[in-house]
């Protein structure tokens, strides 16, 4: 399966809100980043397998998040916050 | 009226406790799982599996560049030469801890951690409160647990919600040069490969 990003691509994170299970960590919805690592393994997406509704392998990446995009003002200075993220979690975005 | 203190004990009990003995008591009377088998599973990993062995690719790693570099390629390809692996870690990232990078590991949905190099997660780690606070807050939350960073160093907090496990390579510390790699292996605790502590210089370490 032919990743859709590679590192150091812009990604937005979608802003999903499923009523059932997700492995998307809801402080990063929304928040732009970039991709640090782009996993050579794909994995089943957790969020229609926990619902028998199909494993949807898909490429994970590492994102790469500046605190200040995902605190605002509020936020520790030299701090990166890298998260996993399933692709389908994920949109390209503008370059900051 | 009588105190019994075993009853007491049962009363207070997390109520994560009693459901999981409720699950593992049901699975057991239906037949798919033994109770031996669980304990056996249990004893495993508190007596045989546990951060020596984290500490053990850490001296390694030390020691020998060429296998550092394939630790840091592929964590689980180069923890398998030293007969490290096991479940609950279906891919390791190692990151390394620079004089300029601290890298510190937390997981926000759970409790995810590097079982084959690690063991079991302490409690702390499963906590809201480090949780939480890793993400929004390091700097401050590490210096209350210890350790306090330059301003100058850029904190990297790895948030492990995927199947993905990070195992942090701590910087060696001062004054090590001579040691060989048990006695490197006996400096590395199981903190400093979460990230959040560092290792102190030799000389202080044994004073």
Known sequence: MKPRFSVGDSVRVRNLHPEGHTRLTNYVRGKVGVVSIVNAQAWVLPDTRAHNAGENVQPVYNVAFSASEVWGPQAEENVTVNVDLMEDYLDPAERA | MPHDHSDDDELNKPWQAVRTEAIESLLAEIGVIESERVDAIVQHYEENVGPKTGARVVARAWSDPDFKERLLQDGLAACAELGVGGPETEYLHVVENTPEVHNVVVCTLCSCYPWPVLGLPPAWYK??????????????????????????????????????????LPQRPAGSDGLDEAALADLVTRDSMIGVATLPPVAEASA
């Not at chain 2, 939350?141 to 496990?165: F, K, N, T």
């Open chain 2, 127 to 168: 906590s809201s409160a480090y949780r939480t606070r890793l993400v929004r807050e390091p700097r401050k939350l590490l210096a209350e647990m210890g350790l306090d960073l330059p301003q100058s160093v850029r904190i990297h907090v790895w948030d492990s919600i995927s199947e993905i496990r990070y195992l942090v």
